[in-house]
């Protein structure tokens, strides 16, 4: 690993060797003015460590250890808060990781941007934060209701952020994500989403696995679109004083997003429906309003395309690949 350019910006991507974090990094390379990315993932989901490109410097530690986030976010000129302890299911058998990483770890972080005046900080929080709030689309106004201690661990992330930028003046802003998808996307660990774990058991011919009847739907994100969206606010230093919906306003059921795969898989695709579980909503759709006024360049790409993308670079020999 190189050291940074020291001409130009230097951004700090927590989580960066995740899925979501190491896609953000190739955006982010590819912008005018980057002197250097500072990965800084504890690779306990994450695994991308190497991206071909000298600007790009790799750190090791946990979120929850506020020295050594002090040290890497030290000379820096921007931050992507990405790094967090995911899922619902995790959270429920282990609240108290989730809450300690994803708290606790983005206190660290602002409190690493305040001290050393970081120009811009963007935080993850999730869609999960309206819970039990049944009306669809979820508008940003609407009353949070989590279900889960995950949920309440983002709704704490994005309320941080809000205080650190009232409060101190720390530049920032939240987006709340829904169900992101893409290349680069882990199957192979126990609380890996829903399309990676419906196309490893395809790879498999496995019976896919629903939690309830399928009629639950989701507003399934490409993450060229996310990564897209976090480059552009974090690169213009644009501020909100509340969180904003990362997502386009569509809604997929589980049953439909199988049909579609039986559309484009030549095998055959059995599935297996079974109990609910704890924590789940029923129903996620966003309200892309505010989002669009903020970024109206921003360009969608057709779900049917993002998911071929998706199953073709998991079918390939790609999938070798770091991910």
Same mark, same amino acid.
């Given at each position: ?153 983002? !709704? ?27 290349? !680069?996307? #882990? ?30 739907? #989701? ?57 609910? #579980? ?16 903020? !970024? ?21 020999? #790609? ?5």
């Amino acid at each position: 690993m190189s050291a940074s350019d020291p001409q130009g910006l230097i951004v700090v991507v927590t989580g960066g060797a995740g899925f979501i974090g190491a896609n953000l990094v190739k955006r982010l390379l590819r912008e005018p003015g980057i002197g250097g990315i500072r990965i800084f993932d504890d690779f306990s989901t994450g695994t991308n460590r190497e991206f071909g490109d000298p600007r790009v410097e790799v750190f090791e530690g946990d979120l929850r250890d506020a020295t050594r986030v002090d040290e890497v976010v030290r000379g820096a000129s921007r931050i992507v808060h990405l790094g967090a302890l995911p899922s619902v299911p995790r959270s429920i058998a282990d609240p108290r990781s989730s809450i300690d990483v994803n708290i606790v770890g983005t206190l660290n972080v602002l409190e690493a941007g305040r001290a050393h005046e970081i120009e811009h900080v963007v935080v993850a929080s999730s869609s999960s934060v309206y819970g039990a709030n049944p009306i669809l689309p979820k508008a940003e106004s609407l009353a949070t209701r989590p279900l889960s201690p995950y949920a309440v661990s983002k !709704l704490g992330t994005e309320a941080l952020a809000n205080a650190y930028f009232h409060s101190f003046g720390l530049p920032t802003l939240a987006f709340r994500f829904f169900n992101v998808f893409g290349p !680069l996307q #882990r199957a192979d660990h126990a609380y890996a989403a829903v399309i990676p774990k419906f196309l490893d058991a395809m790879k498999r011919s496995a019976p896919l696995t629903v939690f309830g009847d399928g009629t639950q739907s #989701r507003d399934f994100t490409s993450v060229h679109l996310v990564v897209d969206a976090l480059a552009k606010v974090s690169m213009q230093k644009f501020v909100h004083e509340s969180p904003v919906n990362l997502a386009m306003g569509t809604r997929t059921t589980l049953n439909e997003l199988i049909d579609l795969l039986r559309a484009i898989h030549p095998g055959q695709i059995d599935v297996e429906y079974v109990e609910p #579980r704890a924590g789940d909503v029923p129903h996620s759709q966003a309200s892309s309003e505010l989002l669009t006024s903020l !970024l109206p360049d921003l360009e969608a790409v057709a779900f049917e395309d993002s998911i071929r993308e998706v199953y073709e670079w998991y079918f390939s020999a #790609r999938t070798s690949d770091p991910a």
